[in-house]
Structure formats: C-alpha cells, structure tokens
C-alpha cells in the first residue's frame, strides 16, 4: 500500500506504524515530532497503517503539537504522583502562560514535594516508556473499573452512545484523556516544576521556543481572576463537567445558570462603582481577545455606569484605520489591519485630546471598499456627564492613547477565561472555549461555515497574542466572561456544524478534537438562558441588539 507523504508516495506494508515508516524523516526533523494528520485524522506514531493514506507529521513548533506535548506532560505527571503518594488527590486547576497550576488535596507544598515529584517525573521520561491507548466495551470497563475502584475516566460512562471506552496505559498507570496523547514518555524531555501559591506549576515550551523554557512571567491579575472563579464554582460544587451534567439530571441547572449570570452582573456592577469612584476617569478602554463577549459587556456596563450618573460614549477605533496606501503589509504581503501601525494614532489622539478639553470634533468614517477615511458632519461633544467607551485590540497598549494622562484612562481585560474541568487531569482551554463561540456566531450571524471558521483561527490567535496577551497584566480590571453552562447551550448548535466537516478536509481533525469535548456536554434549551447573558452574543435573541 502507499503512503503520501509531502506529495511523494512511499511503500507500506499493511499493519506497520507510521514512526516506522517515516522514521527517516522523524529523525531528521529540527524538532520533536510528536503526532501525525492521517487521512486528516490526529493520529499518534504508532498508529499502524491499514489503507493508502495521506500522512502529514506534526512536531512541537506547532500549536497543535504543543498541545500533545502538554497532555502527555500531565499524563506523566498523573502517574509520577499516583506512585508517590496514592492515597492522595492532585486536580490541574488551569493555565497560566507557559504552565498548568495545579493543587493537591490535603497536602502542603513543600520544597521536597517539589524535587520528589521532579525526580519522579524525570525518571519516567528517562526510561522512554510506551503509552498505549486501549480500547474496552462498556462491559469491559465496568469490570476494569470495579476491580480498580477507580474515578478515572468515568465521565465517559454517562453517554449510553460511547459503546466503547478509551483508556490510556504505561506501565501500570492508567487514566483518561481528552485527545491524542504521544506514543512514548521521552517525546517530552523538557519541564520545570516550581512552587506557586497555594500549588506548584508544571511549566513546558512555547511552541514558538519549543528547546527551552522561557522566562516565567508572573500574571497575578489573571490568576487571581481565575481563582475567583475557581474558588465560586467550589462553592456551587460544579468544579468538572461529570457534576455539571449531574446538575442537569437533576435539575439544578437553572439555579446554577442564575448564580453565574448574577456573579457576572455583580462583577460589572463593582467595575462601574470603580470607575465612577475615581473621579479623573475619562474614557474606558475595552480590549480581549476574539469572542470574549466584548460587545454585550459594553452594553451591560454602559447599563451600570449611567446607575451612577454617568453616560457612556463609543468611539470605534475601526474609523480611524490609516489610509489604504499607508497601510502595513504582513510577511505575506497583504494588508495587516491587526498591528498598532495601521492606526491613524496621530488623528486618533488628537481627537480624544480636543473631546476630553470639551472641544467638538467632526467623527470620520472609515470607508473599507476604498480604503479611506471620509467626513459626513458627523460632529461630536462630550458632556460632563459623559464618559468615554473604546473598544478595540489595542485598547490596553498605552501607545493607542498616548496623549492622554494615566488617571484619565480605566483599562479592561476582558476574556473567556473557562475554569471547567473535564475531570482532575483534563482542563478545558480557554482558547477552545472562544473557539466553539466564534463558530456558531460566525454561523448565526454571518454565514460562515465552520470550515471557515476553523481555517481563519490560527490568524485570529497569532494576532491576539501580538496585540492583547501581552498587555493583559496592564488592566486595571480583569473581567471573566466564561459561564459554567455555556458549552451546554452552544452544543446544540456547534456539534452539528461540525459533524457537517468530512474526512476530505484538512479541518476535519481539529472538528472531531472539538467534538471529542463537546460530547461530554449534556445539552440544555436555549430558553434557560437568560436574554441578557453574553452568551445570547452567540446563540441571538438576546436583550441587546448586537447584530
């Protein structure tokens, strides 16, 4: 049988591995190799070839080779802790840059757990050891599981349609997980395990860096956002998936719906009391990244702020776009609209400067066909009562208001920063959160596929962590638009779109990863969700006319 591999065909005999295969080419690779797109299928090395197949390898400079990196990692770190303390309990609470923060149950971190687990962990890549996928039916796995007493995994018991049940083995280690792992422990070679908080950090590569740890930088606003909410969900004891779905059964999800939407509303609420607390605040800068609720959080703080005398303006940093010619170019040559440079920041500040002196300007609007700015006597004053609100990816880069004084300017973070676990090892991404949004409002509401959507991604998130991550920690508030329910009611309509994307399309991998989640999800209507929920951004409807 054949293989096609870069456009060339390479023989096979049915049942070798694609590592033997294509171990000459693995070999010679700058970096790890650690998975492979087969028949556009995320497959591991070891998967044994049975057809003629298109075989593309993926390595650790890649984000979705990363991402097997970072699995395999804990899935390590799972067994090098069972073996050191088994009657304890360890939970991989969410990420924070470069790293995944986790706890123990019970159990002071100490210095010397710090080395233990290192020692441990280190010693299991060391001896390169095989993890192999095994497949059970559910009469199997009832067995296994009543022999091992154990937890692991058991979420995949609660659909009736998983008539087999995946488990992942090394050695005697056991456990679940939610995606592709690497076929053997020494394909993750690099690693650092440092005390933090109340827990420690496993810290991997970037896969822009994929040979060495880069500097670990602190972001204590955005780990104590997530706290907050790690610490709520606690309370309303819904910290993974398997008790969220429990609360469905039950029926108890409509008052975990309203506790979340009143936490939202409680949160915006404080922000509109700080801003109108310092009294200097002229203008609101909103920046997150792609499908974080930006638009509904404006409307709902907007809400807020006149509560307290104050009356929001927009100003959209879409018209003041430089003209067509003077336009940057990426790598590729084509118009960047994403860098700070495509910005008239001349005009732009001098326009803010005159409204903040309560002078009046005449507003432009960006014509796109053309690519220039136009004048319609669009004139504009602000009042004294009036506040400033801009949107915008630039928003928290000090360069885009360089004109106007610190006190006068109150940043907002804002970003679905999801705190859900599947179970104790397997977290949800934020990233994946954002994703599943953007491809039913990309559906809903501009008629896009998710083909489409999912082939534009890998742009949006390079221009995201260019022009909005890094200036996250500059925010004088961090606001969580993540609800605890929300993949439940954007189920119902996500899976279907991407059930819809076949075998034929390179996307089809990344859709069945994305399946492979949401099938864990128990489905709710979209009339438990409140009209002004920011999630009613996506699934429509909603209070505020957004589209």
């Not at 801003?275 to 002229?282: D, E, F, I, S, Y």
Request: charged share 30%; aromatic share 10%.
């Amino acid at each position: 049988m054949d293989i096609n591999y870069q456009g060339k065909k390479i023989k096979a005999n049915y049942g070798d591995t694609v590592g033997k295969v294509l171990k000459e080419e693995i070999e010679k690779s700058e970096y790890q190799v650690i998975e492979c797109r087969y028949n556009n299928e995320y497959k591991n090395l070891e998967t044994e070839i049975i057809d003629d197949a298109k075989i593309e390898l993926i390595d650790i400079s890649t984000k979705e080779g990363m991402k097997v990196y970072v699995r395999t990692l804990v899935f390590i770190m799972g067994k090098a802790f069972e073996s050191l303390y088994p009657n304890k309990k360890m939970m991989v609470e969410y990420q924070l840059g470069n790293a995944m923060f986790c706890k123990c149950d019970n159990m002071k971190i100490t210095e010397d757990f710090i080395q233990k687990l290192s020692n441990k962990i280190q010693e299991i890549i060391d001896k390169n050891l095989k993890i192999t996928k095994v497949v059970m039916t559910r009469k199997e796995a009832e067995e296994f599981y009543e022999r091992t007493d154990s937890s692991k995994g058991r979420l995949q018991f609660d659909f009736k349609e998983n008539k087999e049940i995946y488990m992942y083995f090394c050695e005697d280690y056991y456990n679940y997980c939610y995606g592709v792992m690497a076929s053997r422990t020494g394909m993750v070679s690099l690693f650092e395990i440092v005390k933090y908080e109340e827990g420690f950090l496993i810290r991997y590569p970037s896969s822009k860096n994929p040979k060495q740890l880069s500097e670990f930088k602190d972001t204590k606003k955005l780990n104590w956002a997530l706290e907050e909410f790690e610490k709520i969900h606690s309370v309303l004891d819904v910290i993974t998936v398997y008790k969220l779905n429990n609360a469905i059964q039950e029926n108890r999800i409509k008052d975990i719906i309203m506790l979340a939407e009143a936490l939202h509303e409680k949160k915006i609420a404080n922000i509109a009391d700080d801003v109108a607390n310092r009294k200097n605040v002229k203008m609101i800068l909103i920046a997150g990244p792609s499908s974080s609720g930006k638009t509904t959080f404006a409307q709902r703080l907007g809400i807020q702020l006149r509560l307290n005398g104050l009356k929001p303006v927009t100003i959209s940093v879409d018209n003041y776009f430089v003209e067509r010619q003077d336009t940057p170019r990426d790598a590729n040559g084509e118009y960047n609209f994403e860098c700070i440079e495509a910005i008239d920041l001349k005009l732009f500040n001098n326009h803010l400067v005159k409204l903040l002196n309560g002078e009046e300007i005449e507003m432009p609007e960006f014509d796109f066909t053309v690519g220039t700015k136009k004048y319609n006597g669009k004139k504009m004053k602000l009042a004294e009562d009036e506040i400033l609100v801009i949107e915008g990816i630039h928003c928290l880069n000090d360069e885009l208001t360089s004109q106007i004084a610190k006190d006068q300017k109150y940043k907002i973070y804002i970003s679905a920063l999801t705190v859900l676990n599947m179970d104790r090892y397997n977290r949800i991404s934020t990233t994946d959160t954002r994703l599943v949004r953007r491809i039913v409002r990309d559906y809903q509401f501009r008629g896009y596929s998710a083909i489409h959507t999912l082939s534009t991604w890998h742009k949006v998130t390079e221009g995201e962590e260019k022009n909005i991550f890094p200036f996250q920690e500059e925010a004088d508030k961090i606001f969580n638009t993540s609800l605890i329910y929300e993949l439940n009611a954007l189920k119902p309509i996500a899976m279907p779109l991407l059930q819809e994307i076949t075998r034929e399309h390179k996307q089809y991998a990344e859709a069945q990863r994305l399946i492979n989640i949401l099938k864990y999800f128990r489905k709710i209507p979209n009339s438990y969700v409140p009209n002004n929920s920011l999630i009613k951004e996506f699934l429509g409807g909603g209070t505020f006319d957004l589209h």
